[in-house]
């Protein structure tokens, strides 16, 4: 008997164990949802320079790039210049072997000589026989056949004559004269090579005009071409310098289309000063185009535009994580111009709507608010109207959502969307 008394007191114990820590977990779980008021991260708005940018990338090029080639072929018998040489305007950079066509110019001069002893043969035959006919000694057709090889050797004369000049024109392309001054920036062949210029002519060596004077050609998108307008400034960095930014201004904008695998670009022409010769030919720029630039304007973050107020209809994702918060609007809360692809200025104007909270407050309601924008930098957008310096908008929703994201003995935690 008493054994079963003591059985059931601790039975009796146990289930009002039970009741207390269940009352308990009630009061905590009570407690926990009513202590879900949604928290948000916010940001000040503040005044400072705003710089809207197109981006691309281009290859630093001389102003003037020349090919020095070859117009006839032969054996490269002596170079006066390497790579890196300064050069002037005529001077000889090379030489070919000039035997064979030496030799030509010979055979040109014996057969001009020869044309020429056959014509003073023809002119006193045409003469002699001009007398003899002016005696009625010969018959009329001897003294045209004799006018006739006359006339032909006349002819031949001038044709030997024009293959003499061009053999000594060949002769005189064994030396290759530099077209420019400037300096060598490639050489492509070495004493002993032999050059054959049967249908294009071979380049012998490459010569920048003025390396001081440089230009980038910068490959920008079609979304972007349409804000970018000759003279424009240009900061540019190339990874031989990466803590250096360079400068230029936008010289030309070529209407030719470059496409490659369906994208189409435009060769937009950047005029650089190149005075430190630090920059060389080939390097590549990462190039900012400034399309718009604005000091002490109203500057707001992004974040803020790509922020929206949820919903009781906003549902978590499947995988339990929180809801996507999107921009109201149909652009993904990216403002046009953002990412360093701006509008065109008529364009840049545009209504958008943030959400503002007093300062100090991070847990009421956030209030609406209509805005204007203009330009942005990717980071930051020019606010125009609804907004003044020091106002507060919101940025992201930090929230506690019950047990199942609340401290608990289970784990969870805060969530931030």
Not at 32 to 48: K, V
Not at 106 to 120: F, M, P, R, S, V
Not at 198 to 208: K, T, Y
Not at 263 to 288: C, E, F, H, Q, W
């Amino acid at each position: 008997m008493a054994k079963n008394r003591v059985m059931g007191k601790m039975v009796w114990t146990l289930v009002l164990l039970l009741l207390v820590g269940g009352a308990g977990y009630g009061a905590w779980y009570f407690w926990l949802r009513t202590d879900s008021t949604p928290r948000y991260q916010t940001a000040t708005i503040t005044r400072g320079e705003l710089t809207q940018a197109v981006t691309a990338t281009g290859q630093l090029n001389p102003v003037l790039n020349v090919q020095v080639g070859c117009q006839i072929s032969g054996m490269i018998a002596k170079l006066f210049v390497d790579y890196n040489s300064v050069v002037k305007e005529g001077q000889i950079v090379a030489k070919l072997d000039p035997a064979t066509y030496e030799a030509t110019v010979h055979q040109a001069e014996g057969d001009l000589a020869n044309a020429k002893a056959t014509l003073e043969l023809a002119q006193v035959q045409a003469a002699r026989q001009k007398g003899l006919r002016a005696k009625d000694l010969v018959p009329q057709a001897d003294l045209d056949t004799a006018l006739a090889t006359l006339h032909q050797a006349e002819a031949s004369v001038k044709l030997k004559e024009a293959s003499l000049e061009r053999a000594k024109v060949d002769l005189a392309r064994c030396t290759i004269f530099s077209p420019v001054d400037g300096i060598v920036i490639s050489r492509n062949v070495d004493v002993g090579q032999t050059v054959a210029a049967s249908l294009n002519a071979p380049v012998l060596f490459v010569i920048a005009n003025d390396l001081a004077k440089m230009q980038i050609d910068a490959n920008v998108a079609e979304a972007d071409v349409g804000n970018v307008e000759v003279g424009q400034d240009v900061n540019f960095t190339v990874d031989a310098y990466p803590y250096r930014t360079f400068r230029g201004k936008v010289t030309q904008i070529r209407n030719s289309p470059i496409t490659v695998q369906n994208v189409v670009s435009y060769d937009t022409v950047i005029g650089v000063n190149n005075g430190d010769l630090k920059l060389r030919p080939g390097m590549t720029a990462n190039v900012s185009i400034i399309v718009a630039q604005r000091d002490g304007v109203l500057k707001l973050p992004n974040a803020a535009l790509r922020f929206r107020l949820l919903s009781a209809t906003d549902t978590p994702q499947k995988n339990g994580g929180p809801p996507t918060s999107t921009a109201s609007g149909g652009d993904g809360g990216k403002p046009r111009g953002a990412g360093g692809s701006g509008r065109r200025k008529g364009e840049r104007t545009m209504t958008r709507t943030v959400y503002t909270l007093p300062a100090g407050v991070t847990d009421d309601m956030p209030q609406p608010a209509q805005i204007k924008i203009g330009i942005s930098d990717g980071v930051s957008t020019e606010v125009l109207e609804g907004l003044k310096e020091g106002d507060n908008v919101v940025t992201a929703q930090v929230s506690q959502r019950g047990p199942a994201s609340a401290p608990s003995p289970f784990g969870g935690g805060m969530r931030r969307f």
